[in-house]
């Protein structure tokens, strides 16, 4: 990239930055300091603010990036990735934003704590929400250090490196500092330039070929080098069975794995209802809803005007597809036009990737806080010394996340966090609903649930091919491969539930009667909510 292309972007980077510092400062010195007003931002948001915050929360990197630039490489099968993740909302409606508002107060501990014994229920819930977080938080890291490298004509290693610390350090700023308002603030800001960033690409990639969509997919298909197979499923998925089945497990994992995001179900708690959660989930498919659509304009606009080749040539995972679509649509290198239009989108990715960090080192030192440290001193922790705690929790996060960021940097960030759902899905959407609507539902249960689908996912990803045995993997040198599918999802979910059902069966004490009547009768009314 030119001079021109860094400075404008860096100096449109600067801005963003300093915006978001700016609403820091404004958060820290307009809060009181409780538990309520660092974790849900003193329950104050409208649900249309909220739905913007959880949008912001959702698009992430993996959207703007990593789905992109999947469908620019691999055409349909890249879209199944727009797909699952807006299908899962659906889930997300109906089964869980209204219950949980009314069950929980900060976390998804909260919520099977209930009707629990309290310790090994928060220790279990609390370990496998900061597991999820970590696997997010990577993508992110990732997706930043991808953009950089872009910015920077992709030869330097030690920018990628230092922009992964930078990243890494803003996200512990904004959440020590400002807590759930701070970073809800960040995130609508962030919605609102992604959506105008993506409907302005839309635009213009249609005003190419003259609002043609068909002729738009016909040179994509043409300069894929893959032609007609190109927008036909199975050219990542199709061939072999364990192909099929890893299709299989990532859709599992897409659809089922939102509703057990707890940087998502904290979201929850930021309004005042339960009501007022259920609107602004509605608020929220709105607008997931229309950038997803847009997201497969952008990917097949990348393979038509960009063409495959030379979006894996910048990137060999393909998270630079849309800031190089940018690029061309603006004039191509050195016109004013192509500078200023990738110097817009690459701020605006950048400004996804600080927003959506801070929501979830927010989600997951509220898990270490409320959950683990209070478990553990539940006699003796009074609700600064948690707040406290959150803040330590977030650099010792962010630490975790950025060594991890750096390990990973050469894999797609879309597929970080489809391991991301599948964790989820497997430890956290199992002991959820079987907490919600299951009467016989015991300690025992719920503990075996979580283990039983948290343990699986991580093993069955470490000895997977995306950690060893193939060029594109962690280690490419080393092959402990035994699992031949990259997303676990098809076979550690199952084995949540069954988990979950077998502890129950085989646990010694009964089901209390009396604490399920009074979540059943609170999580559908609303009786008792906090």
């Given at each position: ?33 409780s ?5 849900a ?33 691999f ?6 990735y ?12 109906l ?13 998804l ?106 002729q ?22 199709g ?14 994992a ?12 904290s ?12 609107r ?13 659509l ?59 990737i ?102 699986p ?74």
């Open positions: 990239m030119t001079t021109q292309h860094q400075t404008l972007a860096l100096l449109l980077f600067s801005a963003f930055v300093a915006a978001t510092l700016a609403i820091t400062a404004w958060a820290s010195r307009n809060r009181r300091g538990a309520e007003e660092f974790y931002g003193g329950r104050l948001f409208s649900p249309m603010e909220n739905g913007f915050a959880i949008a912001g929360d959702y698009m992430s990197a993996a959207s703007f990036l990593g789905i992109s630039g999947l469908i620019a490489l055409g349909y099968d890249g879209m199944l727009s797909v699952g993740f807006l299908v899962a909302w659906l889930v997300v409606l089964l869980v934003a209204e219950l949980v508002r009314n069950c929980g107060r900060f976390t501990a909260d919520v099977i704590a209930a009707r629990m014994a309290e310790r090994p229920v928060r220790i279990a819930a609390g370990t496998s929400s900061v597991t999820v977080s970590v696997l997010y938080l990577v993508a992110q890291m990732v997706g930043a250090g991808s953009l950089v490298a872009l910015l920077l004509g992709g030869s330097s290693e030690a920018a990628r490196s230092w922009t992964v610390i930078g990243v890494g350090a803003l996200m512990v700023i904004y959440v020590s500092l400002g807590g759930m308002r701070a970073t809800t603030w960040i995130q609508i800001v962030k919605a609102v330039l992604l959506m105008a960033g993506a409907v302005a690409l839309t635009v213009l990639v249609l005003v190419r070929f003259h609002g043609d969509f068909n738009l997919l016909v040179t994509a298909a043409e300069r894929s080098g893959h032609g007609k197979d190109f927008l036909s499923p199975g050219l990542k998925y061939g072999d069975v364990t192909a099929r089945l890893d299709f299989i497990s990532l859709g599992l897409l659809v089922l794995g939102t509703a057990g995001l707890p940087h998502i179900l979201r929850f708690y930021t309004v005042p209802t339960a009501r007022a959660a259920r602004s989930v509605v608020w929220s498919i709105g607008l997931i809803g229309s950038f997803y847009m997201t497969i304009v952008l990917g097949f606009g990348a393979a038509a005007v960009v063409g495959s080749d030379a979006v894996r040539t910048s990137n060999a995972a393909g998270n630079t597809a849309v800031p190089l679509l940018a690029l061309d649509l603006g004039g191509g290198v050195g016109s004013t036009g192509g500078t200023v239009l990738f110097a817009v989108v690459a701020a605006i990715a950048f400004a996804t600080l927003a959506v960090v801070a929501g979830i080192t927010l989600a997951s030192s509220a898990s270490v806080a409320h959950d683990l440290y209070a478990s553990l001193r539940r006699r003796h922790a009074k609700p600064h010394s948690e707040v406290a705690v959150a803040r330590i929790a977030a650099g010792g996060i962010g630490a975790v996340a950025i060594a991890l960021g750096l390990l990973a940097r050469d894999l797609n960030v879309a597929f970080l966090v489809g391991l991301a759902f599948a964790v989820a899905a497997s430890a956290n959407l199992p002991v959820l609903l079987y907490s919600l609507f299951w009467r016989n539902f015991t300690t025992r249960g719920a503990v075996w649930s979580v283990y039983g689908g948290l343990l996912a991580v093993l069955l990803v470490l000895l997977s091919p995306v950690v060893s045995g193939s060029p594109e993997a962690l280690f490419p040198g080393a092959d402990f491969q035994l699992f031949p599918l990259q997303n676990p999802g098809l076979v550690s979910i199952p084995l949540g539930f069954l988990a979950g059902w077998l502890g129950t069966v085989l646990s010694p004490e009964p089901p209390d009667a009396a604490k399920h009547a009074e979540t059943e009768v609170r999580s559908l009314t609303g009786a008792g909510a906090v």
